[in-house]
């Protein structure tokens, strides 16, 4: 086969976004997976409501809300009482809500829509080694039946998970340790009065846990973490009885009746000391693995490709390598702040201190009431509250609107339908408000791979005037939905400078 611009090494959810993103953009991608099948079961769950309005680019969120579960609201219990209630259908978003959506079920829909654009896994090929060698990578492959193929592309894309091979071959650090915890878990058939319905519900008892979120009518998922077995995940099979002396010790009534699935797990908190290594870059778990606190992960990973393939399709625009580097920087920030986040809370849980859990049961709910901290909370968990404002690459010269150059561009409403509704064709788009028609044919011509929609302050409600303000201006939003650019639309020589940079004029 021929080299292709790109190999993503990883075909699980961040490999497949990779490739979906890669091909929106019209590069050339192979995604090769040293496995014979696809996930089978999943220890990835939620689909957070960032990554469904990434979904909408695609044109695939609607049957991911379909197939899927939502749950409204996150409950947590400490020795039988109620410490905190989350509404998570406050979640500033068209998906107001957390997604269940088993990772086989969303890699399902993943592929779909790859192969719909002509990208199909190569299973049972495996990356042996590869060599940088100027503007390309000189990569040896290994097929299924031994065979050994050499190709060339000028970009690799590490999506192979927490042991991954890139990583290990591009010598990047993946800096951190384990978690003092045993994890299990199972997707459960069970009955009783505190089965959950549309929540998730988290019960906290003497430093376990005991996660548990409806999948659907029939089946639960449960997630215990234990400070009492220590070290013996791995060691025995698990039981039944397993989860039931889990929830029977926290106080949960219920009858544990059947297993579809259930497994035990590790978790450890490293973060790769960097994203890129010349023509070598990590997403996903190849990047950042953390604990399952708040759902996470699989979300990231999609993320971060999104991210980054809008910089490689800049830079065969004409825009410098240079580029290339703010993915580390504004993804490896984002995902330095979630392990720090992620262990925080996961601490917070698992606290076996009687005068910690005690000073925890007391302030969560004063804590937990507040407005401020509810909205904080559902942003951390939905992933809506991640911005790149401190990026080198964002470009904010004012305005009187409360959306910043770097912020995640809201999909406003507007009069029959709203701002993104439409957004799926890969394109920048450039937003003009109160621009006169001379300046939207000038913002066109130095835009060319941009989509220039020009707009009234009177298009939009109340909230959309708040965050955008009735100066006129332009907002350059970027292929993963943020804004890159917030400026006078009067002033060329800001926006253009801007358009250099990303290579958005031929």
Same mark, same amino acid.
């Given at each position: ?43 990835? =769950? ?42 998570? &259908? ?44 100027? &503007? ?94 220590? $070290?013996?995940? $791995? ?84 825009? $410098? ?100 509704? &439409? ?9 003009? =408000? ?26 939009? &409600? ?9 100066? $006129? ?34």
């Amino acid at each position: 086969m021929s080299a292709p611009l790109v190999l993503v090494v990883g075909a699980g959810p961040t490999g497949m976004t990779m490739a979906i993103e890669l091909k929106r953009f019209g590069l050339d991608v192979r995604v090769v997976d040293k496995s014979d099948h696809p996930a089978q079961h999943s220890q990835a =769950l939620v689909v957070q409501a960032r990554t469904l309005e990434q979904m909408q680019r695609y044109g695939i969120a609607a049957q991911a809300v379909a197939q899927g579960r939502r749950l409204t609201k996150a409950m947590f219990w400490s020795e039988k009482k109620n410490i905190a209630t989350f509404a998570l &259908d406050q979640i500033p978003s068209r998906y107001p809500y957390v997604l269940f959506l088993p990772q086989n079920e969303t890699e399902a829909i993943l592929n779909e829509k790859m192969e719909s654009l002509g990208v199909k896994t190569e299973r049972q090929t495996e990356l042996v080694s590869f060599n940088q060698q100027g &503007d390309s990578v000189s990569v040896a492959l290994r097929h299924s039946d031994g065979s050994q193929e050499q190709i060339s592309p000028r970009w690799i894309i590490g999506c192979d998970g927490a042991h991954s091979t890139v990583r290990e071959q591009a010598g990047i650090p993946f800096e951190g340790g384990g978690v003092g915890l045993s994890f299990f878990l199972g997707d459960l058939e069970i009955e009783g009065p505190d089965a959950p319905t549309d929540e998730l519900v988290i019960h906290l008892h003497k430093g376990n846990v005991v996660f548990m979120g409806r999948l659907s009518d029939k089946l639960t998922r449960v997630i215990v973490a234990l400070h009492s077995q220590q $070290g013996e995940e $791995g060691q025995r099979e698990l039981s039944l009885q397993d989860f039931q002396q889990a929830v029977d010790e926290a106080g949960v009534q219920l009858k544990i009746r059947s297993s579809a699935w259930m497994t035990p797990f590790r978790v450890n908190d490293r973060q790769a000391a960097q994203y890129r290594a010349g023509n070598v870059f990590l997403a996903g778990d190849a990047s950042h693995i953390h604990s399952p606190v708040g759902g996470q992960g699989m979300n990231t990973g999609m993320q971060d490709a999104a991210n980054l393939a809008w910089k490689f399709a800049a830079v065969v625009r004409g825009a $410098g390598e240079g580029l290339l580097n703010s993915y580390h920087e504004e993804r490896g920030k984002v995902g330095k702040a979630l392990l720090r986040s992620t262990e925080r809370g996961l601490k917070a849980a698992t606290a076996s201190s009687p005068l910690i859990e005690s000073v925890r049961d007391a302030l969560l709910p004063v804590i937990a009431g507040l407005h401020p901290v509810q909205k904080a909370i559902t942003a951390f968990i939905s992933e809506t509250a991640i911005e790149y404002r401190s990026s080198s690459i964002v470009s904010d010269h004012g305005g009187d609107g409360a959306l910043r150059a770097g912020d995640r561009m809201p999909d406003l409403t507007l009069r029959n339908s709203t701002l993104l509704e &439409d957004w799926t064709d890969g394109k920048p788009l450039a937003l003009a =408000l109160d621009a006169t028609d001379q300046e939207i044919q000038q913002v066109e011509s130095g835009l060319q791979h941009a989509r220039v929609l020009p707009l009234r302050a009177s298009d939009f &409600d109340d909230e959309g005037r708040r965050l955008l303000g009735t100066e $006129g201006k332009l907002l350059i939003i970027r292929p993963d939905g943020y804004v890159g650019f917030r400026g006078s639309i009067s002033r060329p020589s800001q926006w253009e400078a801007y358009a250099r940079q990303d290579g958005l004029k031929s």
